[in-house]
C-alpha cells in the first residue's frame, strides 16, 4: 500500500495540527494503521495506532493530547494533536500493517514519506 501524509507545519506551542494519510488501496479497511515520529538524533518511535476495527492505542507522551481517527470510505487515517509541545516537533510518518498490531517500528511494513511538524515555544 502508499501512503501519502499531509498536514505538518510550524505551530506555536499549545496549538492544534491535524495530520492525514490517505492510502492508496482499495481494501484500505483490512489495515491496521499507525503513526510514528522522528526527531533529529532519535529513533523513530510510536505515537498513536488504529486497528482495523477501530481499536485505537497511544503512547503515554502524547495521550490525552491526541485522536486518532480513520475513515475508511476515504482510505484516510487522520491525527489531531492538541496542546503542541516542543518536544513534539518531529518528522511524523503513517504506517500501515496487515498483520498484527504490535506498536513497534518493525510490524508495520509500508510507509509514508513523512510531514515535518514543527513547534515553537
Known amino acids: 500500500v502508499q501512503l501519502q501524509a499531509s498536514g505538518g507545519g510550524l505551530v506555536q506551542a499549545g496549538g492544534s495540527l491535524r495530520l492525514s494519510c490517505a492510502a492508496s488501496?482499495?481494501?484500505?479497511?483490512?489495515?491496521?494503521m499507525g503513526w510514528f515520529r522522528q526527531a533529529p538524533g532519535n529513533e523513530r518511535e510510536f505515537v498513536s495506532a488504529i486497528s482495523r476495527s477501530g481499536t485505537t492505542y497511544y503512547a503515554d507522551s502524547v495521550k490525552g493530547r491526541s485522536s486518532i481517527s480513520r475513515d475508511n470510505a476515504k482510505n484516510t487515517v487522520y491525527l489531531q494533536m492538541n496542546s503542541l509541545k516542543p518536544e513534539d516537533a518531529a518528522v511524523y510518518y503513517c504506517?500501515?500493517?496487515?498483520?498484527?498490531?504490535?506498536?513497534?517500528?518493525?510490524?508495520?511494513?509500508?510507509w509514508g514519506q513523512g510531514t515535518l511538524v514543527t513547534v515553537s515555544s
Open positions: 504506517a500501515a500493517t496487515l498483520w498484527s498490531l504490535v506498536q513497534a517500528v518493525a510490524n508495520f511494513d509500508s
Open positions: 488501496e482499495r481494501t484500505f479497511s483490512s489495515y491496521h
